[in-house]
C-alpha cells in the first residue's frame, strides 16, 4: 500500500457496484435512459431516470434513484422486507425533491435489487434518525409497469398548446368575443366557468390587453321568454355573483357598436321600473331607473381597472377612454375631464 496515493475505499467500491447493478436493469431490461449523478452532486439522489419508448421516444416521465449496496442493508429484516435506515440530513431533501424518488438495495452477490418510494407517511423514527421498510416483493427487474404506474402519465400537450393558441389568435383577430352564461349557470349560481374564462384572458399582457374591451356578456336560454332579463329573477340573483367574480370587468366588457351586456348587467343590479309595454320612438320600452346601487357596481368595479391598466402600465389617457366607454356604453354621460 502507498501512502502517497489516493485510495479508492471499499465503500465507494460498493456504492459504484450498486449504481452498475442498477443501471443494467433499468437500461437493458427497461430500455430507460440512466444518467448517474455525479459523487461532488450527490445530496442523497444517485441517478435520475428517463423514461423511454420503444421507437426511442423520451416521454418526460421522470423519477430519481438513492441506491445502496452492500450486505449490511439487509441483516435488518421483518416479515415483509429490509429495513432501510435513512439520515435526517436527507430526509426533507428527499421528500421536496420534485419527482418520485426511488430507494433501492442491491445485493452485491446475487445482484439482485429490492425497492420502495420514498414518501414520510410510511416512515418511522429510528432513534435520531428515520426507517422505512423496502418490501421483499419488489425485485427491481420485474416491476417495470409497476414503476410505469407511479408517475403522472404521458400526454400530448402540443394538441393542447395548438388548441390555446388557435383560440388566442380568434380571440386577436375578433373586435367582440361573445361569451355565454347558460341557462343552467344562472339557475345552479355556478360562477366556475366564468372564472376559469376571466383567469384565462389574464393569463400573460399581451393576451390580457388583446381582450380589452372585447367581451360581451349574454344570457342564453330566455328567448322564449317574453320577460326582459332584469325582470327575470334568476338572472337578478345571478349577476350579482358574476360581477364579484370579475372584479375587472370594466377592463375587459364589449362596450363598442350595439353593446348589451353591460348595460344588462347594470339593469339587474338596479330597481327597474317598467312605465309601459309599448316601445318608444327609438324602439325600447320606457324604463325608470334608481340609480344608488348602479353607483355601488361603479364604486366597486372602477378599482379593478385600475388594477388592470397599472399592470399593463398604460398611460392615464387609456384608462379615462376605458372608464369613458364604460359609463356611456350604460346610457350615462360621463363628466367632462
Same mark, same amino acid.
Given at each position: 500500500?502507498?501512502?502517497?496515493?489516493?485510495?479508492?475505499?471499499?465503500?465507494?467500491?460498493?456504492?459504484?457496484?450498486?449504481?452498475?447493478?442498477?443501471?443494467?436493469?433499468?437500461?437493458?431490461?427497461?430500455?430507460?435512459?440512466?444518467?448517474?449523478?455525479?459523487?461532488?452532486?450527490?445530496?442523497?439522489?444517485?441517478?435520475?431516470?428517463?423514461?423511454?419508448?420503444?421507437?426511442?421516444?423520451?416521454?418526460?416521465?421522470?423519477?430519481?434513484?438513492?441506491?445502496?449496496?452492500?450486505?449490511?442493508?439487509?441483516?435488518?429484516?421483518?416479515?415483509?422486507?429490509?429495513?432501510?435506515?435513512?439520515?435526517?440530513?436527507?430526509?426533507?431533501?428527499?421528500?421536496?425533491?420534485?419527482?418520485?424518488?426511488?430507494?433501492?438495495?442491491?445485493?452485491?452477490?446475487?445482484?439482485?435489487?429490492?425497492?420502495?418510494?420514498?414518501?414520510?407517511?410510511?416512515?418511522?423514527?429510528?432513534?435520531?434518525?428515520?426507517?422505512?421498510?423496502?418490501?421483499?416483493?419488489?425485485?427491481?427487474?420485474?416491476?417495470?409497469?409497476?414503476?410505469?404506474?407511479?408517475?403522472?402519465?404521458?400526454?400530448?400537450?402540443?394538441?393542447?398548446?395548438?388548441?390555446?393558441?388557435?383560440?388566442?389568435?380568434?380571440?386577436?383577430?375578433?373586435?367582440?368575443?361573445?361569451?355565454?352564461?347558460?341557462?343552467?349557470?344562472?339557475?345552479?349560481?355556478?360562477?366556475?366557468?366564468?372564472?376559469?374564462?376571466?383567469?384565462?384572458?389574464?393569463?400573460?399582457?399581451?393576451?390580457?390587453?388583446?381582450?380589452?374591451?372585447?367581451?360581451?356578456?349574454?344570457?342564453?336560454?330566455?328567448?322564449?321568454?317574453?320577460?326582459?332579463?332584469?325582470?327575470?329573477?334568476?338572472?337578478?340573483?345571478?349577476?350579482?355573483?358574476?360581477? $364579484?367574480?370579475?372584479?375587472?370587468?370594466?377592463?375587459?366588457?364589449?362596450?363598442?357598436?350595439?353593446?348589451?351586456?353591460?348595460?344588462?348587467?347594470?339593469?339587474?343590479?338596479?330597481?327597474?321600473?317598467?312605465?309601459?309595454?309599448?316601445?318608444? $320612438?327609438?324602439?325600447?320600452?320606457?324604463?325608470?331607473?334608481?340609480?344608488?346601487?348602479?353607483?355601488?357596481?361603479?364604486?366597486?368595479?372602477?378599482?379593478?381597472?385600475?388594477?388592470?391598466?397599472?399592470?399593463?402600465?398604460?398611460?392615464?389617457? $387609456?384608462?379615462?377612454?376605458?372608464?369613458?366607454?364604460?359609463?356611456?356604453?350604460?346610457?350615462?354621460?360621463?363628466?367632462?375631464?
Amino acid at each position: 500500500m502507498s501512502p502517497n496515493l489516493p485510495k479508492y475505499s471499499r465503500a465507494a467500491r460498493q456504492g459504484d457496484l450498486g449504481v452498475d447493478i442498477v443501471s443494467r436493469v433499468i437500461t437493458n431490461k427497461f430500455g430507460w435512459l440512466f444518467r448517474r449523478i455525479h459523487q461532488e452532486h450527490d445530496f442523497g439522489i444517485d441517478a435520475q431516470v428517463d423514461i423511454v419508448l420503444e421507437d426511442g421516444s423520451v416521454t418526460g416521465q421522470v423519477f430519481a434513484l438513492q441506491i445502496k449496496c452492500g450486505r449490511s442493508f439487509f441483516e435488518d429484516r421483518n416479515h415483509w422486507g429490509f429495513i432501510y435506515h435513512g439520515s435526517r440530513k436527507h430526509f426533507n431533501y428527499l421528500d421536496t425533491f420534485p419527482m418520485p424518488v426511488l430507494i433501492v438495495l442491491c445485493e452485491p452477490e446475487t445482484q439482485e435489487c429490492y425497492w420502495e418510494v420514498f414518501d414520510p407517511a410510511i416512515t418511522s423514527a429510528s432513534g435520531n434518525n428515520w426507517k422505512m421498510t423496502i418490501p421483499r416483493d419488489n425485485v427491481l427487474a420485474g416491476s417495470r409497469e409497476t414503476i410505469l404506474n407511479l408517475l403522472p402519465p404521458k400526454s400530448d400537450a402540443i394538441n393542447r398548446a395548438d388548441f390555446h393558441w388557435a383560440m388566442n389568435d380568434a380571440i386577436e383577430d375578433h373586435d367582440c368575443v361573445l361569451y355565454v352564461v347558460s341557462r343552467q349557470e344562472v339557475d345552479s349560481l355556478d360562477i366556475s366557468n366564468v372564472l376559469v374564462f376571466f383567469d384565462r384572458i389574464r393569463l400573460t399582457r399581451e393576451l390580457a390587453m388583446h381582450c380589452q374591451g372585447k367581451i360581451e356578456i349574454s344570457f342564453h336560454g330566455y328567448d322564449e321568454d317574453p320577460r326582459e332579463l332584469f325582470e327575470i329573477p334568476e338572472i337578478r340573483s345571478y349577476v350579482p355573483r358574476f360581477i $364579484e367574480a370579475v372584479q375587472d370587468l370594466f377592463f375587459f366588457v364589449y362596450t363598442g357598436e350595439r353593446a348589451q351586456g353591460l348595460r344588462n348587467i347594470m339593469l339587474c343590479l338596479a330597481d327597474v321600473e317598467v312605465k309601459s309595454r309599448i316601445p318608444g $320612438e327609438n324602439g325600447q320600452i320606457p324604463i325608470e331607473i334608481n340609480t344608488d346601487k348602479v353607483a355601488q357596481f361603479l364604486e366597486s368595479h372602477f378599482p379593478g381597472l385600475n388594477r388592470m391598466t397599472n399592470w399593463l402600465k398604460m398611460p392615464i389617457e $387609456e384608462n379615462r377612454r376605458i372608464s369613458n366607454a364604460v359609463i356611456e356604453s350604460m346610457g350615462f354621460n360621463p363628466e367632462p375631464d
